[in-house]
């Protein structure tokens, strides 16, 4: 995956847990450097060995790690200047949701070698959506709950996820329910 990814790990790992928990990953992961090019295009082994890592090291599942991972990259990205990509694609998070697809086609302009995710909104309601997740990549369905809540926080919009159905299962995607937990516009 692109530098970027791993460069938003690293800036996860500093922030909560400081420099040296940082250098015990990287050891453990077995990296030579723990420079990122954003822009550069690395193996995804060099992501999967972090997560696994930092799973090693903070004593979490890798699937914590990453939901982690999801709720940080939200920050990560939209500081970090791609703010304009967040604001593109809708002001509140349904809308933004139906337009993930869009966001990445306007991210590989800048990333060619993006090999993107794709995304598809079913069963939308006023409070609740299924959300298709379709990947080249296995085992990151865990990160999609993590940007849900990641999501969930930029708009304001609480909600519950569950894993309602498996790639496991499909054998080509995930389905993920997202169901507010407040009424949308704020109103009791
Ligand atoms: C402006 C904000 C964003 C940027 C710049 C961005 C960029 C990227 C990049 C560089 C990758 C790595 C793919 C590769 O190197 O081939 C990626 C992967 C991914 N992105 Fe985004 N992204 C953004 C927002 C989001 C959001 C809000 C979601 C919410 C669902 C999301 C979901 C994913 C997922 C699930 C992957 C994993 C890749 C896979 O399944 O193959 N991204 N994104």
Same mark, same amino acid.
């Given at each position: 995956?692109?530098?970027?990814?791993?460069?938003?790990?690293?800036?996860?790992?500093?922030?909560?847990?400081?420099?040296?928990?940082?250098?015990?990953?990287?050891?453990?992961?077995?990296?030579?450097?723990?420079?990122?090019?954003?822009?550069?295009?690395? !193996?995804?082994?060099? +992501?999967? @060995?972090?997560?696994?890592?930092?799973? $090693?090291?903070?004593? *979490?599942?890798? #699937?914590?790690?990453?939901?982690?991972?999801?709720?940080?990259?939200?920050?990560?990205?939209?500081?970090?200047?791609?703010?304009?990509?967040?604001?593109?694609?809708?002001?509140?998070?349904?809308?933004?949701?139906?337009?993930?697809?869009?966001?990445?086609?306007?991210?590989?302009?800048?990333? !060619?070698?993006?090999? +993107?995710? @794709?995304?598809?909104?079913?069963?939308? $309601?006023?409070?609740? *959506?299924?959300? #298709?997740?379709?990947?080249?990549?296995?085992?990151?369905?865990?990160?999609?709950?993590?940007?849900?809540?990641?999501?969930?926080?930029?708009?304001?919009?609480?909600?519950?996820?569950?894993?309602?159905?498996?790639?496991?299962?499909?054998?080509?995607?995930?389905?993920?329910?997202?169901?507010?937990?407040?009424?949308?516009?704020?109103?009791?």
């Amino acid at each position: 995956m692109y530098g970027l990814v791993n460069q938003g790990v690293k800036d996860l790992v500093l922030n909560k847990f400081g420099e040296e928990t940082w250098q015990s990953i990287c050891d453990e992961a077995g990296l030579k450097s723990d420079r990122f090019l954003r822009m550069k295009s690395y !193996p995804d082994d060099v +992501t999967y @060995s972090l997560v696994g890592a930092a799973s $090693k090291v903070l004593e *979490l599942s890798p #699937e914590d790690i990453l939901i982690a991972f999801g709720r940080h990259w939200v920050l990560f990205t939209a500081q970090g200047g791609y703010g304009d990509l967040f604001d593109m694609a809708g002001d509140n998070l349904f809308d933004f949701l139906h337009q993930l697809d869009e966001l990445h086609t306007r991210v590989k302009l800048n990333f !060619p070698e993006l090999r +993107t995710p @794709s995304f598809r909104c079913t069963d939308v $309601k006023a409070s609740s *959506l299924r959300l #298709e997740y379709h990947s080249h990549r296995d085992g990151l369905s865990a990160l999609v709950v993590g940007l849900l809540h990641g999501l969930s926080d930029r708009f304001q919009t609480p909600l519950d996820v569950t894993h309602e159905v498996k790639r496991e299962d499909t054998g080509t995607h995930d389905i993920f329910f997202v169901s507010l937990t407040e009424p949308p516009g704020g109103a009791k």
